[in-house]
């Protein structure tokens, strides 16, 4: 089983949508979850950074994780035609410079 | 604007040449890192750095060599260019264990 679990898509949702993309993960040690947005050749930028369990909100997006379940989620509400971008997630654990572990990213398009 | 830099954007070079991609930041973050993506296989870590002057092997090393001689600069070079390494390269660093990665906006290498 890999580390870090994201399906890849690609995932075609109406304007005004609201997506949820996920990750799944297996290593417990985990405290630390990212949420990368990254356009067509153009590196990743960080979306949502949350430490630990909870729900983090930044205007259109919400982020969840729950560690019971090893789940994280990302919600776009109202979703736009410029939300259309590969989504990866991140996390890593709290021991040292441990580097990110990454999901493979899922493709969104968003349609007008 | 703060960030990272990286060149060149995109290269062919021929097999079995010698290739050094750039990587510099201004954020004087002390870790580094180099990343290949491949579709389908996502961001894989190549080399690292937690600060100047040491430096760590990723997932997929070989075949390729690193240095940190300073808080800024972390170039990546490729010995003898294989087709393999046909990739986009990203270059990310942080200040901090618990601090999100930035990435720079990638190198595109093909290898003929």
């Known amino acids: 089983q890999k580390e870090v679990e994201q399906d890849p898509g690609p995932l075609s949702v109406p304007e005004g949508a609201i997506v949820s993309l996920n990750c799944t993960y297996s290593?417990?040690?985990?405290?630390?979850f990212m949420w990368y947005r990254q356009y067509s050749r153009k590196g990743p930028e960080l979306l949502m950074y949350t430490y630990s369990s909870g729900n983090k909100e930044d205007g259109r997006f919400t982020a969840q994780v729950d560690k019971s379940s090893k789940y994280i989620s990302l919600f776009i509400r109202d979703s736009q035609p410029s939300d259309s971008a590969t989504y990866l997630c991140?996390?890593?654990?709290?021991?040292?410079?441990?580097?990110?572990?990454f999901g493979k990213g899922t493709r969104l398009s968003v349609i007008a | 604007i703060a960030g990272i830099t990286q060149a060149p954007t995109s290269q062919i070079l021929a097999a079995g040449r010698r290739m050094t991609l750039r990587c510099t930041q201004d954020?004087?973050?002390?870790?580094m890192y180099w990343y290949r993506q491949d579709l389908g296989l996502g961001l894989r870590l190549i080399h690292y750095?937690?600060?100047?002057?040491?430096?760590g092997k990723g997932e997929v090393p070989d075949g390729y060599s690193v240095s940190r001689a300073n808080t800024d600069d972390f170039p990546l070079t490729l010995a003898s260019a294989v087709p393999s390494q046909t990739s986009v390269y990203f270059c990310a660093s942080r200040q901090q264990p618990s601090s999100p990665l930035h990435f720079g906006n990638g190198t595109r290498l093909t290898v003929t």
């Open positions: 991140a996390m890593s654990g709290s021991g040292g410079n441990t580097p990110l572990v």
């Open positions: 954020m004087r973050h002390n870790a």
């Open positions: 750095s937690n600060t100047a002057g040491t430096t």
């Open positions: 290593n417990s040690a985990f405290q630390y």
